[in-house]
């Protein structure tokens, strides 16, 4: 077993008996941005294809009903906020349980099929990160009605602030928009949206964020729709795709460590999730599961979203064995070990 997944229990395990110890949150909020890795159900209020309100999905979930979510059960986010001591998970931000004093444990603003450009989320109508952004304000304004200016300040600068981006920019925008990939190389399109990002992170920086972490790119060309479009026929991991996220990661380190550099007080954590999740994809029987190339779902080399449904012929009957639950996105058990590497990689965000 990786050294990682060793350590990971006692990451854990250290984290609750900090929570424990003290009865309260190890950090007063979680607030959550991102696309459809970390989406809990804003896109069920949108008019958009790119939902998973709908069974299968949720079917593990602790309610086994359909949140929204694009998994069979919890994202790493829900376990992420379990292991910082939260009794409920952060809400989507445009559903009915965002209301009242819950605003004050964290929202979560993530919309599926949204990315650091906003073309993306344009494509598929979803919530850009510039609207994000602006639900984000609306949303500070709401807790200082609810505690007071100074109080609000308070949750702000000692919330963990978590941001997943990018895959869809490449996956659902820059692979197939000729628009784009017949301009831009992907080494261009990456800067641009490293432009992007470091824009969101100052804008976030002026509103009082201090504490943020966000998630490199996975092994896209191991995600299993990638490998039936653009794997010629292979059952392997694309590695130009793969080498498209490795560049991308560099990138983001070191705009992230210039963006370090350069706001005060800012605790910026790039959280790896490319090696653990090649990690698993590569030698699944370590981390415990037995199918890393197929993913749950229907016949499990496309099926996402809509294509994923009740109908979906060949969809297992575990998804425990499974790294991936449909075509883009981990199973509840990969994000369970997904989620203690993170910890273990975050311990300065909550120091």
Known sequence: MKFSCRLQGWFVFLAMVITFANGQPVVPALIIFGDSIVDVGNNNNLNTLIKANFPPYGRDFVTHR????????KLATDFTAEFLGFTTYPPAYLSQEAQGNRLLRGVNFASGASGLSDTTA??????????????????????VNLVGKEKANSIISGAIHLLSAGTSDFIQNYYINPLINRIYSPARFSDLLMNSYSAFVEDLYGLGVRRLGVTN????GCLPAAITVYGAGSNQCVAR???DATSFNVKLNNTSQSLINKLPSLKLVVFDVYQPLLDMINSPSDS?????RRA????GTLETSVLCNSRSIGTCSNATNYVFWDGFHPSEAANKVLAGDLLGQGFDLIS
């Open 66 to 73: 359909p949140t929204g979510r694009f998994c069979n059960g």
């Open 122 to 143: 344009q494509l598929y109508n979803t919530i850009s990160l510039t609207q994000q952004l602006r639900y984000y304000g609306e949303y500070q304004t709401k807790i």
């Open 217 to 220: 790119l996975p092994p896209i």
């Open 241 to 243: 795709l793969n080498q």
């Open 288 to 292: 415990g599961f037995f199918e890393s």
């Open 296 to 299: 749950c779902c229907g016949t």
